[in-house]
C-alpha cells in the first residue's frame, strides 16, 4: 500500500485485491469491521470508509451490523435486453432458483387495474417469488397477469423455473416489454426475504409487456439486491442518422 494515500483507500485498495485474488471468495463473508480493525490497527472510520467505496462499486454487498458479502463478478443487463432472469444467470455461468410467496387469482386494484388496462375488480393473476443466485437471494419479483394469461400459470409450478419460458411454450404472445429503473430503500418486508436491512438501496426494474397488439398482459415489479446487478444503457449523438430518440421495443427472451 502506497503511504501517501489516504488510510481509506489503501485499505480499499488491499480489500479489492484479495477479492481479485480469490482470498475473499466471492458468495462468502468478508471479516468483520471489528477483526479489519484489529488486523490494520486502526479506527473504524477507515474502514468504514474503505468497505463503503467496495460497496458503491458492487463488489461485496451488506456490511451494516454483519459481515458483507464478497460479490467479485457483478453479471450486466443491456437496458434493451431485461427479459428471463432465468435466461440472463444461466448466460453468465450462474445457477438460478426461486421460492414462490404467493400465486393466486385476486381481484384487481384500482392502480393494478389501471396498469394492466382492465376493470377494477376484474380477476388478475398475481405472482410473488424470491429469486437466487447460485443460491443466496438475488431479487424479489412481483407479476401480475391479465387473467386470459395468467389462468395458464395456474397449471404452472412457479418453484420450478422460467415463467415466460413455461408461457411461451404454451403459445403465450409475450411481443415486447418496456422498462422503467429506478433505485428504491428496502422495506421492512423486503429486508425480510432478501436478507438486508430495511431501507438498503435496491435496484427497481418495473416491466410493462404486450402482446403483437399492442395490449397489456402483464406488469411486473423486480427489486435486485445491490451488486446482483449493472445495467448497461448505450447513447447516440443527437446528430446519429438513426433515430436514437425512439423506444424500439424489444421481444423477450425466453
Same mark, same amino acid.
Not at 427479459?83 to 381481484?107: C, D, I, K, Y
Not at 424479489?140 to 395468467?150: A, N, Q, R
Given at each position: 500500500m502506497v503511504a501517501a494515500q489516504p488510510l481509506h483507500q489503501r485499505l480499499a485498495a488491499e480489500f479489492r485485491a484479495r477479492i481479485a485474488s480469490g482470498r475473499w471468495p466471492e458468495g462468502e463473508q468478508a471479516p468483520s469491521e471489528a477483526a479489519l480493525c484489529e488486523e490494520f490497527g486502526t479506527s473504524?472510520?477507515?474502514?468504514?470508509?474503505?468497505?463503503?467505496?467496495?460497496?458503491?462499486?458492487?463488489?461485496?454487498?451488506?456490511?451494516?451490523?454483519?459481515?458483507?458479502?464478497?460479490?467479485?463478478?457483478?453479471?450486466?443487463?443491456?437496458?434493451?435486453?431485461?427479459?428471463?432472469?432465468?435466461?440472463?444467470?444461466?448466460?453468465?455461468?450462474h445457477e438460478p432458483g426461486q421460492r414462490t410467496v404467493l400465486q393466486a387469482r385476486v381481484p384487481a386494484s384500482a392502480a393494478i387495474a389501471e396498469l394492466l388496462q382492465v376493470e377494477p375488480g376484474d380477476p388478475v393473476l398475481e405472482l410473488r417469488r424470491v429469486?437466487?443466485?447460485d443460491g443466496a437471494p438475488a431479487l424479489s419479483e412481483v407479476m401480475y397477469f391479465v387473467w386470459d394469461l395468467g389462468k395458464r400459470l395456474m397449471e404452472f409450478d412457479p418453484d420450478s423455473?422460467?415463467?415466460?419460458?413455461?408461457?411461451?411454450?404454451?403459445?403465450?404472445?409475450?411481443?415486447?416489454?418496456?422498462?422503467?429503473?429506478?433505485?428504491?430503500?428496502?422495506?421492512?418486508?423486503?429486508?425480510?426475504?432478501?436478507?438486508? +436491512?430495511?431501507?438498503? /438501496?435496491? $435496484? %427497481?426494474?418495473?416491466?410493462?409487456?404486450? =402482446? @403483437?397488439?399492442?395490449?397489456?398482459?402483464?406488469?411486473?415489479?423486480?427489486?435486485?439486491?445491490?451488486?446482483?446487478?449493472?445495467?448497461?444503457?448505450?447513447?447516440?449523438?443527437? +446528430?446519429?442518422?438513426? /433515430?436514437? $430518440? %425512439?423506444?424500439?421495443?424489444?421481444?423477450? =427472451? @425466453?
Amino acid at each position: 500500500m502506497v503511504a501517501a494515500q489516504p488510510l481509506h483507500q489503501r485499505l480499499a485498495a488491499e480489500f479489492r485485491a484479495r477479492i481479485a485474488s480469490g482470498r475473499w471468495p466471492e458468495g462468502e463473508q468478508a471479516p468483520s469491521e471489528a477483526a479489519l480493525c484489529e488486523e490494520f490497527g486502526t479506527s473504524r472510520g477507515p474502514v468504514r470508509q474503505a468497505l463503503a467505496t467496495l460497496r458503491s462499486e458492487g463488489l461485496i454487498v451488506g456490511g451494516q451490523g454483519r459481515s458483507p458479502l464478497v460479490r467479485r463478478n457483478v453479471p450486466s443487463h443491456a437496458a434493451s435486453a431485461l427479459g428471463s432472469f432465468t435466461a440472463w444467470a444461466r448466460e453468465h455461468g450462474h445457477e438460478p432458483g426461486q421460492r414462490t410467496v404467493l400465486q393466486a387469482r385476486v381481484p384487481a386494484s384500482a392502480a393494478i387495474a389501471e396498469l394492466l388496462q382492465v376493470e377494477p375488480g376484474d380477476p388478475v393473476l398475481e405472482l410473488r417469488r424470491v429469486r437466487t443466485l447460485d443460491g443466496a437471494p438475488a431479487l424479489s419479483e412481483v407479476m401480475y397477469f391479465v387473467w386470459d394469461l395468467g389462468k395458464r400459470l395456474m397449471e404452472f409450478d412457479p418453484d420450478s423455473g422460467s415463467v415466460n419460458r413455461f408461457l411461451l411454450d404454451a403459445g403465450a404472445d409475450l411481443f415486447a416489454s418496456t422498462h422503467q429503473i429506478d433505485a428504491v430503500a428496502a422495506t421492512a418486508s423486503d429486508a425480510g426475504q432478501l436478507g438486508l +436491512a430495511e431501507g438498503a /438501496p435496491l $435496484l %427497481r426494474v418495473r416491466r410493462t409487456t404486450t =402482446d @403483437a397488439a399492442g395490449d397489456v398482459v402483464e406488469y411486473a415489479e423486480d427489486r435486485y439486491v445491490p451488486g446482483v446487478t449493472t445495467v448497461i444503457v448505450e447513447n447516440r449523438l443527437f +446528430a446519429a442518422p438513426s /433515430p436514437a $430518440l %425512439r423506444s424500439v421495443p424489444v421481444r423477450r =427472451d @425466453a
